[in-house]
């Protein structure tokens, strides 16, 4: 549940690299300003410049996995005091291509996810109205060159997979499948808002 004071939704899409989540985000920003939705679409890391900055830093820079781990978490905190929170008090959909669910996945795996879990937890963190998990069963087989984080090929996709649909057993997130055409996979993410009273 968002926390009290705030109006607008917080979406959530995430998956693993390769699942389409960008270009689902901005197709679902456009159907919903079609409908006449005020949409505010933000990524992490990223956001605002702050959060940009780091971005670079924390994709272009060899870290430790805690100083990586503190610096996705100190970008979330301000993408949510400049950009989320704003967008919510204004009464906006707000749909963000990752948040926290990455941090599980990807800082878990290494650092363990009972302390990324204690971490991510933390009350700075809104909680989102919704959080969806893009699935695709047949990545595309490109794990070419992009970030660091696209270099370890496709079992550790694989890995990433069932850590995305174990914590979303366990945390309620909701499941969709990225498979098929963009347009389908548009109708099934808009049936799920609509399930959820967010397009009236
Ligand atoms: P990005 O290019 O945005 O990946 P994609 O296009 O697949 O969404 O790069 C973001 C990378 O950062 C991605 O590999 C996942 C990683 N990440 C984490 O490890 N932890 C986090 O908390 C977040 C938000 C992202």
């Known amino acids: 549940m968002a926390s009290s004071g705030v109006r607008g939704s917080l ?5 693993p690299d390769r699942v389409g989540k960008s270009t ?6 456009r159907r919903l300003e079609e409908e006449g939705r005020a949409v505010k679409v933000s990524r992490e890391p990223g956001g605002d410049q702050v ?8 994709l272009e820079t060899q870290l430790d996995p805690w100083t990586e781990l503190l610096l996705f978490l100190a970008g979330r905190a301000r993408h949510l005091a400049e950009v989320v929170e704003p967008a919510l008090r204004g009464g906006e959909l707000v749909l963000l291509d990752r948040y926290t669910p990455s941090t599980l996945v990807y800082q878990g795996a290494m650092l363990g996810d009972v302390v990324v879990g204690e971490l991510t937890s933390l009350p700075v963190f809104l909680l989102p109205n919704v959080t969806v998990i893009l699935d695709c069963v047949n990545p595309l087989a490109a794990f070419d060159d992009a970030d660091r984080f696209e270099r370890r090929g496709l079992r550790a996709w694989e890995e990433r997979r069932s850590r995305y ?3 979303a057993r366990q945390f309620g997130w909701i499941v969709v499948s990225g498979d ?17 009273g967010m397009l009236g």
């Open 24 to 29: 689902q985000v901005a197709r679902l920003a």
């Open 51 to 58: 959060g940009e900055a780091l971005r670079t830093v924390i």
């Open 180 to 196: 098929g055409p963009e347009q389908a996979v548009t109708d099934r993410l808009l049936a799920v808002l609509s399930s959820r």
């Open 165 to 167: 649909l174990s914590f």
């Open 11 to 15: 979406v959530v899409i995430e998956g």
